[in-house]
Structure formats: C-alpha cells, structure tokens
C-alpha cells in the first residue's frame, strides 16, 4: 500500500509532472480518487496519457497562482493534499527571482489559505536540501540550524516550510514535509544529466561543464523516493513530519558527464568546463544529506547516486 | 556614533512605527540623511514631530505593497535601508493569514527586488524570536534548528529571512537580521502592556488576561534594543549577520498586569483570566532567547524585563 486507506480523496498539485506523475501512476494504481492539478508549464499531459481514460483520475489544467482556478478545482471533501507544484528549474532564480517567489511561495500560501477555508486537513509538501544552503561538507539533519538558503529555490522552500508550520498549529493540519536530494530518473524535465543528453545529441564533439565539475551532490531514483513517502506518511504520527530523503551516496558532475558519453557511446567528446566551482549563482556544490531519521523508520534506497544516474541515464537516451 | 560615517544616506521602512521612530531620532540626531517610508497604518506622524522641521529627514508614505511607491521613494545611492514595516499586531494572524504574509513577506520581496534593480547593498532587518517557534524552556540561539513558527507572524519572519539570505548570496548585499524579544517602551502601539493600561483606563473594576497568565518572556527597553543594533552594525564583519536580542530575564503577564495595576494606583480590580495557557491562537507561552552571541560583542542590557516593564508603564500612562 502506497498511501493508507483512510486518504481515498487526494488532490496533487504539479500532479502531471516529473515526481507528480510518478506519484500519480502509484495513487491511481491503487485505486485512490486522483484530481491531478497542474498548470503544465512543465508537467505534460503525456506522462498521464496511460491514465486518462481512468474514472478515477482527473486532470485539471489550472494555475495555483489564480486563486479562482484552485477554488473551483479543489473538492471540500479531499483527504489529502500533495503539493509538489513548483519553479523546477533553480538556476532561474538569479535572472528573475519572482519566479521561485510567486511559483513556490505566493502558491503554497494560496493552496493553505485554500485548505483553512476548506476546513482540509492532511498535506505532503516536496520541499528541499536546499533549505540548508552551503554548508560544504557538513551533513545536514533535519533540526540543522541556521538555515542560510543561497538559491531563490532554497529560500522559497524555506518560505513555503515557515508557512505550512504556522498553519498546521493555527488551524490544526497534519503535514509531511519532504526535503530530497536530487530526485532522477525516467520523465525528468530538468537537471545536469537531461541537459547532458541533449547537447551531446545536439553537437557530440564537445561537451561544456558548468563549472569545475567537481560539484559532488547525492542522487536519488524516483522509485526510492515513492517509498520514501510512502513509509513517512504510515509511520510519521506527530502533526508536523519532516523528513531528509536522500542517499548518503553521492557523485560528482564530471563522474555523471562521464557516464552520459559512455552509455551514449560516444568517442572524443572534448571536455570543457567553465570557471569557478559552481556551476550557476545559487548552486550548492557539496551535498551532504543526513538521512538518519528516515533510515531509522525502516526506510533504504535501492540505488546509490551512481547507480541511480546509470538508469537514469538509460531512461532519458532512449 | 549610532551607525557607523559611512553609510549616510539611509532609508528607513516603518520608520514612523514604534521602534523606527526611536531610530529615526538616533539617525537624525547624528544627522544622517533620513528618508521615513511609512504606511501610516500603526506609524504616526506625530512620532516624527520634532524631527519634521530638519532637512535632513523626509517622510513619505508609502505602501511597501505598491511597488510604484517605493521604486519612486528610493534613490539609487541610499547607502543602508533599515526595513521595519511589517504587521504588528500578532494575533491577528489567525484571522487573516494573508496580512502577515503580505506586509511582511511580499513586502520584503519588493524592498529586496528593488534593491537588487538599484543596486543597494546594504540592509538591517528587524525579524523576530517568533522564527524559533514554541520550544518551551529551550534558550534559542542563532543557530537553533528545526524552525516551525507557530503563528503567521512567526512563519512571514522566517519567510522574509530566507529571502534575505538569498538575495545577500545572489546579488552580494551584507544584511544584518535581528531577532529581538518584545520590544517595549514609550510610543509603543500594541502589545500587552498597553493593552492592559487602555482597558483599565476603561474599566479600573476589572481585568482579564488572556490565558493563565504564566506566559513567561523576555521584554526589552528600545533603549537597549539600539544600542545592540549600533554594536551589531560595527561588529558583524560576515554577509550575513544574526543576532538574538534580548535579556535572559523574563517576567509573566501575571506580574505584568500587577505591575499595571500598580503604578496606575488601581485598588480592587478584579483580576480574571480565560481558558488555556495561551493568549491567542500562535501566541508562544514561554520564550527564553541565547543572547550569548550579542553578548560576546560587548552588548549587555541596560533594563532587566521587570524593570523594563515599570518604565513602559510608566512611559504609556502619562
């Protein structure tokens, strides 16, 4: 059992997405009644398309940002709220930081002030490591302190965590708070190793890195992820669960650039890479993640940050 | 020397409020170039009085909200803003989620984007103890983890600083963040103390406290609260600049409203109490704030929170 019974009604936002599809594919698959909302500025109707003949699965198109879109889309009766509506893509937040703001914090206080209207109790949110900011080599548990963000991303996440705790105490919300590490895999509309394939499919004779390469980050497989959530939310009992959920495993982006070509099977890509050790404003370029407290409710990953990059990889070339 | 020669031209948000005009005073006594952005809603102008004749203070009201007041009220070569403007009333958060959220998070993105479009480099923020959440007896540093506010106006403060540390890494602004116990003294327009006085000046038969009365915090004399901020500003060398502020003394509502009834010469008020330990929903019943680090640059109060309390009685009563 992916969710426990008593969650029949389950509204997910950015349900159309990379890690909402994923998520989706498993709610429907257990027969849970499923409003997909989702504006689809990155989430594609395509990952649903299995689905969509489904009774119980509706998408809906509609922006969090418009407040009539969310009252109308949102039943009284949910169960339960996944919120992983977000900016996906975290370099963006230098050249226009009203993105992450509007689409990270200015949208999860619309869907809790929503839910309090409501009267709707239950929600899971995909934060992030980034909450943590760069702390190099210090691996950072959940009750780490201070929180210094230095992306738009981390501190938006940051924003969204504050607000989501106030309002579980003030108007009495059970929530699970998810704080990832790289999520990978098959669906990906972002990150180093889609971005990877595509401009070696573009142009193979040469590869550039943003930065030194030698940023080392843990990365993890959607399916470790789905089981991840599914463990937190049986067995986290108090009314405000955060949970890291990350790989102790880590690899750097030259180690990644390396099995890209390699699995491509590509000859002579020219390595470049560009100066500084990171590969944008905002990057974290050592990742540690503290994953104690959701190996000590049973939880481990299947694969390793190689491994997972390996398949993810396969799946994303094909 | 309040703040330090070199920033000259300051630009001061909710500088008509409570605690900026007690800043104002300092600034323009050391004859800073002073521009006051207020909206007026708890400002007053008459907390400027004395001051509105100098020409080097200029008062302009302003939303922080609208974006086009504050892009035409700042110059370009403001030297260090002081952002003060924020909802003061706590407990109407449970209300109205969004005036928290608005006046305190939204209108720190703006100051913080125009900054950045500006160019301005240089910021003090007033925060609150309200980021550490409810932690009982637990004395909270700096560096206390995990953070779960329990009001909206604890969640915004949160909110505003992960903006703040984002927007010091990404755009190179050095910030300093105060998080202070309750700031009390003359001018003050809300907070229990006054709260008290303006009821007993309607009813002196009768008295009833929010809660058990046992809340337990630390209050602090403005007077102290600048001179932490002048020792801050000249002693905090890093980008990003944390400080508790309060004395480790702390004094309940019940000894408060003794100390009312006291010095406003009342015999016979029946004092009465509502449900709970609390005074309001977020309300935070016992704050013990580390001041270890303000200490260790050369900062110690003046005013213990008892004596604290009788000053502002006797501030607010005449």
């Known amino acids: 059992m992916f969710i426990p019974k008593k969650y029949k009604k389950i509204f997910i936002t950015g349900g159309a997405g990379f890690i909402g599809s994923h998520i989706t594919d498993a709610l429907v698959e257990e027969k849970k009644e499923v409003i997909v909302f989702d504006n689809l500025s990155s989430g594609k109707k395509s990952f649903l398309k299995k689905l969509l003949n489904n009774d119980n699965l509706k998408l809906i198109q509609g922006d969090l940002l418009n407040i009539k879109d969310l009252e109308k889309a949102l039943p009284k009766d949910t169960d339960l709220i996944i919120h992983l509506a977000a900016n996906p893509d975290i370099s963006k937040g230098i050249k226009d930081p009203s993105l992450d703001f509007n689409q990270t914090i200015v949208a999860t206080f619309n869907l809790l002030n929503e839910m309090r209207e409501k009267n709707i109790k239950n929600l899971i949110y995909f934060s992030g490591s980034g909450v943590y900011g760069d702390v190099g080599n210090t691996f950072t548990a959940e009750n780490y302190g201070p929180l210094f963000p230095v992306s738009m991303y981390g501190a938006s996440k940051l924003g969204a965590e504050a607000l989501i705790s106030a309002f579980s105490n003030l108007f009495d919300m059970k929530v699970w708070i998810f704080r990832p590490a790289n999520i990978i ?10 971005d990877f394939i595509n401009r070696l499919k573009k142009d193979s004779s040469e590869l550039t890195i943003l930065g030194n390469g030698e940023q080392s980050k843990s990365y993890l497989y959607i399916y470790d992820v789905l089981n991840a959530v599914s463990l937190a939310i049986k067995k986290g009992k108090g009314k405000i669960n955060t949970f890291n959920i990350a790989s102790e495993s880590f690899i750097t982006v030259n180690e990644i ?17 560009t100066k500084g050790n990171i590969g944008w404003p905002g990057d974290v370029p050592i990742v540690r993640i503290d994953n104690s407290k959701i190996k000590d409710i049973g939880w481990k990953e299947k694969f390793d940050s190689t491994t997972a990059t390996k398949k993810t990889i396969n799946d994303l070339i094909r």
């Open 257 to 273: 650039a390396k099995y890209v070509i390699q699995i491509m099977k590509l000859k002579n890509v020219k390595i470049m890479h």
């Open 185 to 194: 895999g098959d669906r990906a509309t972002h990150g180093v190793i889609l």
